[in-house]
């Protein structure tokens, strides 16, 4: 079966599911002694869908007796139309207002104003929202209406708790990185000679939307040309004038591919005619870095051993990274270190200074259930390569998503 077909929209969540995370999260709350949980959408990854099994950037409150309640901005009139009413809800009690004084009214009706209130979003494990995703407005005027319950901060113990997924939630990723593949063919083939380097990105995006997926921050990460080295955000999305492409050149892109939420991640890497020796050899050292972390990713190996072994071809060769070699992603709050060995390349002498290193940020115990993004990359000289998609670790083993994008792609110059 085409996966994509017109008659085929892809898996969906059950209510079943909904039931097993409420579960998981009545024991979240007696193992930490809440007395209610509450969870703030409000950052990259929408944690309030956990509970909603949608993205509404809502304020849910769950109490131990497995109650929620989803304190939106707008009245949701997307329920009650014929299109929303195909949807089914997770949560039938939603209230709206304001986030502080409602969040008060329902733990009073709950009788919780003066107990211990779990909450998730003051702090984060996510890059670039360490320190929370709650405004310090928004967060005083809980305070201020909530005065007698003792608040504390369970984010990273309920982010932590994402990253083991069950059948159906393996289901949905996979779905995600199969957009992702069929998005890293369609880069593929727009990237060519005489092309705007943002044609192959706009291909891409398109063959994740028309599969019914959809886009999250950063939307996509790019960059192209005969010689590069830095990482991020291109300066024609903010700028304009995107690159010509050219013979010679090389065009790469991290590619976020979501699917109901969940999200994978495609490094797809693509050489404008016969790639010369050095982008061969960087290749060859992220294919090796990718092989290395196939095989040392194993139920009850830990993150760091994973991260070590994947950065050993790059030590051997006298390169460096600028992204992390691997991360876990749907969430990405675990990752491996980056710009590890920049002292090394030649190609930076003419830069004032160097950024320094960034150490690998947490660890944990390699369960099965956990999804990954495989991403090697090689820097030296100006040039880079990066390879790689989402791998699952499951009870039967490594499961490997995305083949396109786990070599060098070379198309016509």
């Given amino acids: 079966m085409n996966p994509f077909s017109d008659t085929h929209t892809g898996p969906a969540l059950s209510s079943a599911e909904r039931d097993r995370r409420y579960e998981i999260l009545r024991g979240f709350q007696h193992d930490h002694g809440l007395d209610a949980l509450v969870v703030f959408g409000w950052g990259r990854t929408a944690l309030d869908q956990y509970l909603t099994n949608e993205q509404q950037r809502a304020v849910v409150v769950m109490t131990p007796d497995g109650l929620v309640t989803s304190i939106v901005g707008r009245f949701p009139l997307d329920r009650f139309d014929e299109a929303g009413a195909a949807y089914p809800r997770w949560v039938e009690d939603f209230r709206t207002g304001n986030p502080a004084t409602t969040l008060a009214a329902v733990l009073a009706e709950r009788g919780v104003s003066h107990g211990t209130v779990g909450v998730v979003g003051l702090t984060s494990r996510a890059v670039g929202e360490y320190s929370g995703v709650i405004p310090h407005r928004a967060w005083q005027a809980v305070l201020s209406s909530s005065p007698h319950a003792a608040f504390v901060d369970v984010s990273a113990d309920f982010e932590t708790l994402l990253l083991v997924k069950s059948a159906e939630e393996l289901d949905m990723i996979r779905y995600a990185a199969a957009l992702g593949e069929r998005a890293c063919e369609a880069f593929a083939a727009r990237s060519r000679a005489g092309a705007l380097e943002s044609a192959p990105i706009a291909a891409a995006l398109e063959a994740i939307v028309s599969g019914g997926g959809w886009l999250g921050g950063p939307l996509v990460i790019e960059r192209a040309g005969a010689q590069r080295f830095a990482w991020g955000k291109p300066e024609w999305m903010s700028m304009g004038r995107p690159r010509v492409l050219q013979s010679g050149d090389s065009i790469g892109a991290e590619i976020f591919a979501f699917y109901g939420g969940f999200e994978s991640q495609q490094q797809i890497d693509v050489s404008i005619g016969r790639p010369g020796p050095l982008l061969r050899e960087l290749e060859e050292v992220c294919a090796e870095s990718y ?123």
């Fill in 291 to 413: 092989r290395r972390g196939i095989d040392a990713l194993r139920v009850g190996a830990s993150f760091a051993d994973l991260c070590a072994t994947m950065h050993e071809p790059l030590t051997d060769a006298r390169v460096w990274n600028t992204g992390p070699l691997v991360q876990t992603v749907s969430p990405v709050i675990f990752n491996g270190a980056t710009h590890v060995g920049l002292d090394s390349d030649p190609g930076l002498r003419h830069l004032p200074t160097v950024p320094s290193s960034v150490p690998i940020d947490g660890d944990f115990e390699i369960r099965p259930g956990i999804a990954f993004a495989f991403e090697p990359n090689a820097v030296r000289d100006g040039q880079r390569v990066c390879i790689g998609g989402t791998v699952l670790i499951t009870d039967s083993g490594v499961e490997e998503l995305n083949t396109v994008s786990n070599g060098l792609v070379v198309v016509d110059g």
